[in-house]
């Protein structure tokens, strides 16, 4: 099975006050879709648990052509794009009523040990895997991002890594850093309604109780975020304007 596929409703509670899809509900349909995917292919979280595995997030690029609207049933295409043996490359698509593209995404996954959280090396347990070779976005590799100096930050807020943030893994889901990025990021003028792209790197992750520091800071027409916890740097992004 190359490419799973799944057609939703959107949900209204998963919609902003202008009935449109947040970005991070969309980012956590995506995963969502991918561990159907992965369960029914025997690699999902259950599966790997079993062999005291599991897949972590590392680094994500999505483009936002149009949000979705509350009630619309869109499509959700997934598919695996290979791996370079330390990383296994995930791709989506986002597809509106009329079959017009509102979103695509890549996004790198590593394999840890639970125990241990060393990395393992992919080559043997994909080694049967069906691939599609396919690029939703225009990037065939995604770099971790160079932040700027955020030593003058635009703005700061602080938050406690609350229950409700808090996965089956026991850290903070990776899309509640998504809804931290775009509560700064309505602060401003940015214009959710004209395509955009985000860009995520998660380095280390966030436990119950833990404090959040979000950073942000507007360079020319991009907006670059830094969060940190006690243990340091946790997630950095960038939210930009696409030509696309």
Known sequence: MKVFSKRIEVPDYLCDRDDRLH????????????????????????????????????????????????????MLNTWSRGNDGLFAFRDYSMEGEEGEVLMTGTSYWPLIDFTSHKPIRLNDTLATYEYDSRNATERAKVDRLKMPDMTAADSRMEI?????????????????????????????????????????????????????????????????FQISNSRGLSVTARVSRTNN
């Not at 903070?172 to 700064?184: A, Q």
């Open 23 to 74: 970005t991070w509900a969309a980012i956590r349909l995506c995963q969502e879709v991918s561990e159907l995917h992965s369960k029914a292919t025997a690699i999902g979280y259950e599966d790997m648990r079993r062999k005291n595995m599991i897949w972590i997030i590392s680094r994500a690029y999505y483009i936002i052509y149009k949000r979705a609207h509350a009630s619309e049933k869109i």
């Open 160 to 224: 406690s890594a609350r229950y409700s943030m808090i996965d089956h893994v026991g850290h903070v889901n990776n899309s509640e850093y998504v809804k931290l990025i775009f509560d700064s990021l309505m602060q401003t003028d940015f214009d959710l309604d004209k395509p955009f792209s985000l860009e995520i790197n998660y380095n280390h992750e966030t436990q119950p109780d833990d404090t959040l520091s979000v950073l942000r800071k507007q360079d020319n027409d991009a907006h670059w």
